[in-house]
């Protein structure tokens, strides 16, 4: 492979919904592993430790309490395993004895073209990991390399893969890139081999073709699960290719992401896609693939947080690795989720209206003021009686020329301008104050 390309993050779909359940992107504090990657990652439990395979050619282990915490890679001893290889797989047994499944390049059979054609063989290890012993070549394609393609990196083959075991029907399922034949069995393929046939897989494989597992594992034919638009021989190829596949608790479904290359020499990501499938015996259950990240980099991969947890099993979260680096995590939200979050009231709808009940407290505020209004009304009238105090003064002088007497008995009058007094004018003038 060795395909190293450095990826931009492009548009992410917060929701995208899948047979009545989606997956939901959040945003995580960014880690990036201390190995190249270059492949799918392979990854296993052994003795409390999350271990991981990465690879650029040649395999490395790495190991720590999770995959955010990893060592630097350790050299293994390959026992066999033919280079380049890079390990794409996993499965330790609850014997304790570890199977692994590595994608190889045979370099070489297009001469002076610098252009490899993967094959993908398997691995036993006794030792947790770092020792193996090559089981041989399982899945191998049909027919000729063509020396004249112009995707840039194969002339065919079979590869890119990952296997995951069903322990219900007693398979191991490979789902791998078909590079090879008829642009009809080009895309990505299926193949499955029998549990008893562990120790000694070749020959054991057979592949999906025409609705039956009716081709055998080496040079047999496919029918893709998802067929290549545009063949991989040219240089516009346009392809799904590097599935990952896990088994999800929460969903109890099957998971697939995908890489898309589209349309250009060179593999160029136009985006990584999910498809979901309840039943991993039946090829044809897989739901249409649907983007999740536009643009990013290959070989993208769920990896469950959760002790235990792997890139092929996770739960209701996971992260989301691209080559190594992650900053991103899957949230699985299933059907029954989903129908109860839409008889609620959706999340962010109280956001907004919660202004909206402030808003109406200044409404009844304003009336208060209106009923305030009436009160200057009487007391405007009761200061009017007042101002007559002034003209009864004033005949006091008159009568007081001619005759002394008079005035004495016309102190009546004024005290009828004493009684409107008696409500203190200091109430009218309360009044506007209030309404302030």
Known sequence: MNRI?????????????????????????????????????????HNGQFHMYSSTGTPLLSSGPSATQLSPGMPLELGGVPEPAWIESAWMSPEGVLFVWYHHEQI?????????????????????????TNLGIVLDAAGEPNCGAQNGYFAGGHGDFSVIYNDREGYFYFFFGSYSGELGEQGVAVARM??????????????????DWSEPGLKGRV???????????????????????????????????????????????????????????NPAGWSQPKRILEGGGWYPAAIGTGEGETDSLAGKTARLWVRGFSDWELVFVTAEEEAASALEPQPTEPTPTE?????????????????????????????????PEPAPAEPEPAPAEPEPAPP?????????????????PDEGESVPGDRL
């Open 5 to 45: 390309q450095h990826f931009t993050v492009g548009l992410t779909l917060a929701v995208v919904p899948v047979l009545a359940q989606h997956v939901e992107l959040r945003e995580v504090e960014p880690v990036t592993m201390p190995v190249a990657v270059d492949s799918n990652a392979a990854s296993y439990w």
């Open 108 to 132: 070489g059979l297009c001469g002076d073209v610098k252009l490899n054609v993967p094959q993908v063989g398997a691995a036993v290890s006794y030792d947790g990991g770092r020792t193996l």
């Open 194 to 211: 029998p549990f008893e046939a562990r120790y000694s897989p070749v020959g054991a494989a057979r592949k999906w073709y025409n609705g």
């Open 223 to 281: 029918s893709p699960i998802f067929p290549a638009t545009a063949s991989w021989y040219g240089a516009n190829t346009d392809s799904y290719w590097g599935p990952s596949v896990h088994w999800n608790t929460h969903l109890q479904q099957y998971v697939m992401l995908l890489n898309h290359a589209c349309c250009e020499p060179g593999w160029p990501q136009e985006g990584i896609y999910i498809s979901f499938n309840a039943d991993i015996t």
């Open 355 to 387: 202004p909206a009940p402030s808003e109406p407290e200044p409404a009844p505020a304003e009336p208060e003021p209106a009923p305030a209004e009436p009160e200057p009304a009487p007391a405007e009238p009761e200061l009017a009686p007042a101002e």
């Open 408 to 424: 004495e008995s016309e102190p009546d009058p004024p005290a009828e301008p004493d009684a409107p007094p008696t409500p203190d």
